[in-house]
Every structure is written in structure tokens, then in C-alpha cells.
């Protein structure tokens, strides 16, 4: 697998492996949010996962809490499949952060991710702690960040945004907001796929 570094300009570079599964680790400054765009273009074409880390990854337990959120879009079961790496080769404690829908569409929508989720964990050997969390910022990444620093988790799990709606040209996408995030939370992100991301064993 091939890793390369990118220019300053960008102000991330390249850190290291993390095992096969993830192309690269890159290290983001705090000052980076000005060039979160021109990197969101740089991976945009991305097809694995890759990790943006905001101070070196010294300790092993750091990743021991992992969460992602599970919504009623499709891009959800993206995230499915790369969660279950970190219980079953990392022994961590997976945790799912969702809504509490009220529309009847939407939440049946949600409902029908968690009944995938559960089933492949379940086919896994493996188990999830699910959370509710409050929906204060526009952005369900934001508010899964902060869930996250509360309860002291190590990684969140996100997936970027494929199709930009006109919100979103104004006031930025959340991974914009979260790739540099005052808590220091590492974030794992992955690209929409037209095709479902294959487990492997």
C-alpha cells in the first residue's frame, strides 16, 4: 500500500500505518480549518478509510471507546462494516449515537440501519452500547463529538458528504467542522460508496 505525504499547505502529513485496513493516518494543525476544504478535495476520491489524528497517537488504549452515529440515510451502512473492526481486532467497546426521531418516516428508516447493525454485529460475535444524544448543533457529527468528549471516547467513525445541499454551501459540511475539533477527538472518515464496503476477516 502506498502512502504519500502531502504538501505543508495543506498543514497534515502523512503519520503512519494502521494496520491494512486504513490507507494512512494523517495529522491535522489546529489552525487547519482554513484548509479543510482543499483537503476534503484532495480525498475525495478516497476508497478506503482514512484517519485524521490531531496529536500523535501515543497509547494503544486510546482507541478502546469508538463511536459512530447511525441515521436513516444509506450512507450509515458504510460505516457498519469498518465499526466492527475495532471490537474485533482492537477488543473496543463500540458505541452507536442516534437521534430520537419523532417523524414516523424517518425513524422507521433509522430503525431499519439498526436492524442491519444489529444483525452483523450479532453474525460477528459482537456487541454495541447504544446512546441517545441531543440534537442542539445542525450537524450530527458535531453534536456526536461532543457526546463523545463527555464521555471520554477515543474515535469517532463519520462518513463525508457526498452531495452538498444548499445549506451546506453557505455554512460549510460537518466534516469541515470536525476534522479540527477542540477536544482533540481523532475522527476515522470514509467516502460514500455506490458499492458497500467488503468485510474482511
Known amino acids: 500500500m502506498l502512502v504519500t505525504s502531502f504538501n505543508s499547505a495543506y498543514r497534515f502529513k502523512t503519520l503512519q500505518y494502521f ?4 490507507s494512512l493516518i494523517l495529522w491535522a494543525n489546529r489552525d487547519f480549518y482554513i484548509a479543510a476544504f482543499r483537503f476534503i478535495i484532495a480525498f475525495a476520491d478516497c476508497k478506503t478509510a482514512f484517519l485524521v ?11 478502546k471507546e469508538v463511536a459512530m452515529t447511525i441515521d436513516f440515510k444509506k450512507e450509515s451502512k458504510d460505516k457498519m462494516i469498518w465499526s466492527s473492526y475495532f471490537p474485533r481486532f482492537g477488543n473496543a467497546n463500540m458505541h452507536v449515537l442516534y437521534y430520537d426521531y419523532k ?6 428508516k433509522w430503525y431499519a440501519n439498526m436492524k442491519q447493525l444489529h444483525k452483523l454485529y450479532t453474525d ?15 450537524y450530527q457529527d458535531i453534536n456526536a463529538l461532543r457526546f463523545a468528549a ?4 477515543g474515535l469517532l467513525i463519520a462518513v463525508t458528504t457526498k452531495e452538498k445541499d444548499g445549506l451546506e454551501f453557505f455554512i460549510g459540511t460537518q ?3 470536525t476534522i479540527v475539533n477542540r477536544d482533540a477527538i481523532p475522527i476515522l472518515f470514509l467516502n460514500p460508496r455506490e458499492d458497500l464496503y467488503v468485510l474482511c476477516d
Open 19 to 22: 494496520n491494512d485496513r486504513i
Open 53 to 63: 489524528v490531531q496529536e500523535p497517537l501515543t497509547h494503544p488504549d486510546r482507541m
Open 103 to 108: 417523524d414516523a418516516f424517518l425513524k422507521d
Open 124 to 138: 460477528l460475535g459482537i456487541t454495541f452500547q447504544p446512546h441517545i444524544i441531543e440534537s442542539k448543533s445542525t
Open 150 to 153: 463527555a464521555q471520554g471516547y
Open 175 to 177: 466534516e469541515q467542522r
